[in-house]
């Protein structure tokens, strides 16, 4: 049903939010004798340019809404006790593992990359991966 549809979102929603949270740095201001300096810790996830939604409810979803919704609501977040910033990605592309194969591609891809790279490709509906690119 709709109701449903929409409570399944709202779920993958906060799980996703909550991987971003988990996975991305954070940056915050700290003050030395020397002045004043940003202090980042854990990854910066902001060069992240692709998200692959992968397996379960996120890649039978057909829609990236539940992944771009988390990202938006998680762009306003500061970490709690220390009031830092998240380092998250700004506005990546979104592909759907539908096949939920990515896993299986990660294992295989040290000896097959371009392999790998064309089923990746080809689960997730992405243009194939241009000839410079490191895995090609």
Do not use: M, N, W
Request: include cysteine; charged fraction near 25%.
């Amino acid at each position: 049903t709709e109701e449903e549809q929409a409570l399944d979102d709202l779920l993958a929603e906060t799980c996703v939010h909550h991987a971003l949270l988990r996975h991305a740095g954070t940056v915050e201001e700290a003050f030395t004798p020397a002045g004043k300096v940003r202090v980042q810790r854990g990854r910066d996830l902001r060069a992240v340019r692709t998200i692959v939604a992968s397996g379960g409810y996120l890649g039978r979803r057909g829609s990236a809404k539940p992944v771009l919704d988390a990202l938006e609501a998680a762009r306003g977040r500061v970490e709690e006790k220390t009031g830092a910033g998240f380092l998250l990605p700004g506005c990546p592309v979104v592909l759907l593992d539908r096949l939920y194969l990515f896993p299986l591609l990660g294992t295989i891809c040290p000896a097959f990359p371009r392999a790998a790279a064309e089923l990746a490709a080809l689960t997730t509906g992405s243009p194939e991966p241009a000839q410079g690119h490191p895995h090609a």
